[in-house]
């Protein structure tokens, strides 16, 4: 037995001993959102793939855990889709003596994502119903502020189940400015933030969350990312956007919403584009970004993220199609390049 | 028989019975776990699961390698945080302390126990991720080797004051000085105990998460060194579980056999290693 | 503490140091000193975890005072925590377990302890003890995937149906919700009061039971009349053991709870416990307020276990020291 005991302990300490002195890759810590996180996480397994010498980890808990660690310095680079707002910057320039840069990376969109009992197909949802659900005065599916829209499909007399992010978000950051945009009642009475006081509903933790309560529970009704609904199958809906038209999330759709900002991107680059403008923008939609310091003790560790920062404007951009995220407006792509200097 | 009688019987009867069906019905909720776990686990278990990282996300495929490292790499520093500190010190309760001091340590280590696993992962957050600005294994290791000192403290405290007073009192009348005595007639003779312990101890922090969510924190790659944060089995369960991806369910179920599994078993010996008596090893 | 040896300390101005510096030289000083740090250190890192705690949570303490325990709103945006809704929920989901797990536990333990053969007993015991040592994420991992849907579907619509007149059973049954944690919870505490209840019924002395049983009892009621009561303290610890045990579950609590901050009569309303808010909002409370609350929070959570396990602890020790003492007579 003694014997046994002492060589399992000889065997674990020369395994750790071995993974030690392993050939120690540069490793590279983040966090934040999760509504770009299938995004990120292909990115930085390709970049992996390509740089086997460096290792970008990124755990998606987020927007608001990505601004909270990257202030506490607790990782290298955070990642959010609700910009930081003065407050919060400031907090980081008083905290390090320096300040935080924000760089777009893709564009993406919250959809309106149901489960209803006999409803396989798109929905449409004008803002006054998204509204009247989320404040919980709208609370059957067959009530007529969604009935009005969706003349000949069937809806039931069922309860709205509704869904929102339990945690700090910034899926959640556009889905409350879209609302403040478009309902005073939203605006006075919950307002617009990564985490707010929902009126009603369940929360899941994350995109990944959200979405799997809603695919599990029948009649919910929620936001999430584009991408989530569509690895998942599942059916999301139109909304109307400042002109008037019912209008689907795609890569056409959110590019056209983001046109108008591409021409008047501000330095730091905090724009929000919901209910932008135009007959075919989609009206949700938004730039995520990272969050990266301006100042880095680690060389090693600056050049790799600029590396990374510099790839994923180029080829990087080329993966984002593939799972449903707009690739960034040429203008917005050139501002950034000249801002990435701005890293020491 | 009166009327009275009878009717006593068979409330008699009924309840006993009932009982019964109360311990059926609570064996029955183990094995039905087990028996969903093995079936749900064994069906997605194959070799990538145990050799490859995790895929992008979305993707199918993929495993759990580094997750099963990372515990492992967690479980080791948590034992050499947790055992030195619970076997010395119980050693000091049973053998050097007068009774207001063991009082106290007991009774810190009786606090100790009781905290949520939760409120360890903030107190091993503000001590040893914040300072360093890291998320780390260390910091992991340090919060699961709290949970287990109070485990280990205890029960080798009782196995070594077990040790029958007549083999103490023999090597102290050979001349033998109080440490050599400990370390040789008193530890070896409750050493099936003080292993169970352990391994009781072992087993309990095994299947925490909690603790490291904060402080492990995750990793989609290897984590190199200490110093990194890294994936581990059960945080890997909890972030797959609440997911809508169905592989990601699927690696889910044979990452909480494969942790049940070993837990399980780590239980199993544990015991089995104290039916075996706490013997004086003939030398 | 003197230490026997055997040579006779010879008498004089310096036997005192003497004897010091022969058990110095012996190390049994350096033995004694080395093990005194170890047992020192689990002392003092357990103050320092009640001083991180206290201190963490200073911004709230003063700002809120007890406002914090009695408000029930949790609005980061405005800066206004209160923990009502999270200790409610964590009450009710204990609540609602050990409704759940304490007739069940008690019954199969006096099944354990007083029908079944002693190999019968032993192995059930030992199958009961494996299910404690059941990792909470993996009785999680069981909660999403089995006990939301069968709550979904079956239960929660059946007992709407049954005894949806009392506000408990009211509203939509979404399978998440108060009851589906304290089903979940009640799975989890049950072996630990059918271990400890088995062991203080086992430990009431024989005369009792045969002092019944020959006045006339049946065996139930020499058991419940006699036996369970004489036991009654040492039970009574095993269910606070189990309470404090349920307050402090994070993981499967929070993957069937609901995740929302909400007080309502229904137990299929969507709630949340202390423990869950944490897990899920300590990585990402920015301000120090936020940050400082969830602490303030954690520091409640602890002062409830603690209390409630030195409660379960006395109760215990008070009842096998009177079943010695009785046995003894």
């Known amino acids: 037995m003694k014997r046994i005991t002492g060589l399992l302990v000889a065997m674990s300490l020369l395994a750790g001993a071995g993974i030690v ?6 490793s590279i810590n983040g966090a934040g959102a999760t509504f770009p996180y299938p995004m990120y996480s292909k990115w930085f397994d390709e970049y992996h793939k390509k740089y086997g010498n460096v290792q970008i980890n990124y755990q998606s808990i987020g927007s608001g855990g990505g601004i909270k660690q990257v202030t506490e310095g607790t990782v290298d680079f955070g990642a959010s889709d609700g910009p930081m707002n003065d407050d919060q910057l400031k907090a980081f320039q008083d905290k390090h003596g320096f300040g935080i840069l924000h760089f777009p990376t893709v564009l993406g969109a919250d959809i309106p994502t149901y489960n209803v009992p006999g409803v396989s197909g798109e929905l449409n949802f004008t803002p006054e119903a998204i509204a009247g659900i989320f404040l919980g005065k709208i609370t059957k599916w067959n009530d007529p502020a969604i009935a009005g829209a969706n003349a000949g499909v069937k809806l039931p007399g069922n309860d709205i189940v509704v869904v929102h992010r339990s ?71 139109r909304v109307k956007n400042s002109s008037g038209a019912f209008i689907k999330a795609d890569l056409a759709s959110v590019t056209a919403a983001a046109a108008g900002a591409a021409k008047d991107m501000p330095g730091d680059f905090r724009v929000s584009i919901t209910n932008a403008p135009g007959k075919t923008a989609y009206p949700i939609c938004s730039f995520t970004w990272l969050l990266i310091p301006e100042k880095f003790s680690d060389a090693a560790k600056r050049d790799a993220i600029k590396g990374f920062v510099s790839w994923m404007l180029t080829d990087g951009q080329n993966d984002a199609e593939a799972l449903s995220y707009a690739k960034l407006p040429k203008e917005v792509v050139a501002k950034e390049k000249l801002a990435l200097a701005r890293v020491q | 028989m009166s009327s009275n009688l009878r009717w006593r019987k068979f409330v008699s009867s009924f309840m006993l019975t009932m009982t019964g069906v109360c311990a059926v019905v609570a064996v029955a909720v183990l094995f039905f776990i087990l028996g969903y776990l093995v079936y749900h ?101 340090l919060a699961l080797g709290l949970m287990m000192i109070p485990i280990t403290l205890r029960s080798t405290e009782e196995f070594l004051r077990a040790v029958p007073r007549a083999l103490r009192e023999g090597a102290m009348a050979l001349g033998a000085s109080k440490w050599k005595t400990i370390a040789t007639v008193i530890v070896p003779a409750a050493y099936r105990g003080i292993l169970t312990a352990v391994l009781l101890a072992f087993a309990r922090v095994a299947g925490e998460t909690a603790p490291l969510l904060f402080t ?23 972030t797959y579980a609440i997911a809508p991806y169905e592989d990601w369910h699927r690696q889910a179920w044979a990452a909480g056999l494969v942790l049940l599994g070993l837990i399980l078993i780590i239980n199993i010996l544990a015991r089995a290693i104290l039916a075996r008596g706490v013997a004086v090893p003939r030398s | 503490m003197a230490t026997t040896t055997t040579t006779v300390p010879s008498a004089g101005p310096f036997a005192g140091s003497r004897s010091f510096i022969r058990k110095f030289r012996e190390g049994d000083e350096i033995a004694r000193m080395i093990t005194f740090l170890f047992a020192a250190s689990v002392v003092l890192v357990t103050i320092l975890l009640v001083y991180e705690l206290w201190i963490g949570s200073t911004l709230p303490r003063h700002k809120f005072g007890l406002h914090f325990f009695v408000t029930s709103v949790w609005d980061p945006i405005f800066d206004q925590f209160g923990a009502l809704p999270f200790i409610y929920g ?31 007993s032993d192995i059930l015991e030992f199958f009961i003890d494996l299910l404690a040592a059941v990792p909470s994420v993996i009785y999680g991992l069981l909660g999403v995937f089995i006990v939301i849907p069968l709550m979904r579907e079956y239960i929660q619509p059946g007992l709407k149906k049954s005894l949806g007149f009392l506000p408990l059973f009211q509203g939509p049954a979404y399978g998440v919700g108060f009851l589906t944690a304290g089903v979940v919870l009640a799975i989890m505490v049950i072996p630990y009061i059918i271990s400890v209840s088995r062991e203080v019924l086992l430990s009431v002395p024989r005369d009792q039971r045969e002092a019944a049983l020959a006045l006339g009892a049946t065996r139930w009621e020499s058991t419940w009349k006699v036996v369970v009561p004489f036991a009654r ?72 276990t603690f209390i409630l396990n030195g409660l379960a602890r006395l109760l215990i020790v008070i009842t096998s020291q009177r079943g010695s003492e009785m046995g003894q007579a």
């Open chain 1, 21 to 26: 002195l392993a050939d120690n890759p540069l």
């Open chain 1, 167 to 237: 945690d700090g978000s910034g899926t959640s950051y556009i889905w409350t400015d879209y609302l403040s945009k478009v309902s005073d009642d939203w605006k006075n009475k919950v307002g617009k933030g990564t985490s707010v006081n929902w009126p009603v509903g369940l929360g899941g933790k994350g995109n990944e969350g959200v979405a799997g309560l809603i695919k599990q529970t029948p009649n919910s009704f929620g936001y999430v990312e584009l991408i989530y609904a569509i690895q998942n199958n599942m059916p999301y809906g």
């Open chain 2, 41 to 141: 686990g064994g069906t997605s278990i194959n070799w990538s699961f145990f050799t490859k990282l995790p895929a992008p996300v979305g993707e199918t495929g993929g495993g759990m390698a580094n997750a099963i490292v990372g515990s492992g790499k967690l479980l080791l520093l948590a034992a050499l945080i947790g055992v030195p500190i619970g076997f010395l010190g119980a050693i000091y309760l049973a053998e050097f302390s007068g009774s207001s001091v063991a009082f106290v340590v007991r009774y810190s280590a009786d606090l100790l126990n009781g905290v949520p696993s939760i409120v360890i992962g903030i107190f091993a957050y503000s001590l040893a991720v914040l300072p360093f600005k890291h998320f780390s294994t260390l910091a992991g290791g």
């Open chain 2, 216 to 238: 492990a924190f995750g990793n989609r790659f290897w984590s190199p060194g200490w110093n990194q944060p890294t994936a581990s089995l059960p945080v890997m369960i909890f």
């Open chain 3, 90 to 120: 964590t009450l009710v989901t204990a609540g609602v377990s050990l409704i759940l797990a304490v007739p069940l536990g008690i019954g199969a333990a006096i099944f354990l302890a007083e029908l079944a053969p002693a190999r019968v």
């Open chain 3, 233 to 304: 303290t040492g039970i009574m610890g095993s269910i606070f053991l189990a309470l404090a045990r349920a307050l402090g579950e994070t993981m499967a609590v929070t993957m069937v709870i609901g995740n929302t901050p909400t007080i309502s009569a229904s137990l299929f309303s969507p709630g949340y416990s202390i423990a869950a808010v944490i897990a899920n909002e300590f990585t990402e409370a920015t301000g120090d307020l936020y940050l400082q609350s969830l602490i303030e929070l954690g520091l409640v959570l602890f002062l409830l």
